[in-house]
């Protein structure tokens, strides 16, 4: 059975992403460290080649990118292979949005939770 490894990232909507990312960097002492947004390293769980890391990151209030979820926020969660995954919760009768994307940041599928919820899963690339 195919498992997810841990959250790679969670991302939020909101009105001015520049001025979250300033109040987090500046209240919370979050290390922004590309725009809008920021990467928690942790050595738990990694490999040699998949070294690990948790994303904050904020998109505009007016963003696409959590559709079709409903929720102004989604959860990213690493996975071993997305492949498999993604054919595990179909052969469930999951809502599997049917793309998903390949860069030099690994591969990324999504499937929305009973609740409506877009939940992103990521492949990272080795070394990464």
């Known amino acids: 059975m195919e498992r997810v490894t841990g ?3 969670v991302f939020f909507k909101c009105k001015d992403p520049a001025a979250l990312s300033a109040w ?4 919370l002492g979050v290390n922004i460290a ?3 947004g920021a990467v928690f390293s942790w ?3 990694q490999t040699p080649e998949r070294p690990g890391g948790t994303t904050l990151g904020f998109f505009s209030a007016d963003s696409t990118y959590m559709d079709p979820g409903k929720a102004p926020f989604m959860v990213n969660f690493r996975v071993p292979n997305l ?13 599997v949005v049917d793309k998903t994307e390949v860069s030099e940041f690994g591969s990324f599928g999504w499937v ?3 609740e409506g919820n877009k939940v992103e899963l990521w ?6």
């Open 83 to 95: 492949a498999a995954m993604l054919a595990q919760l179909r052969a469930g009768g999951c809502e």
């Open 123 to 128: 492949e990272p690339p080795e070394g990464a």
């Open 34 to 36: 590309f725009p809008h």
């Open 43 to 45: 050595p738990e769980g």
């Open 24 to 27: 987090y960097a500046e209240q």
């Open 7 to 9: 959250i790679g990232g």
């Open 112 to 114: 929305v939770d009973p």
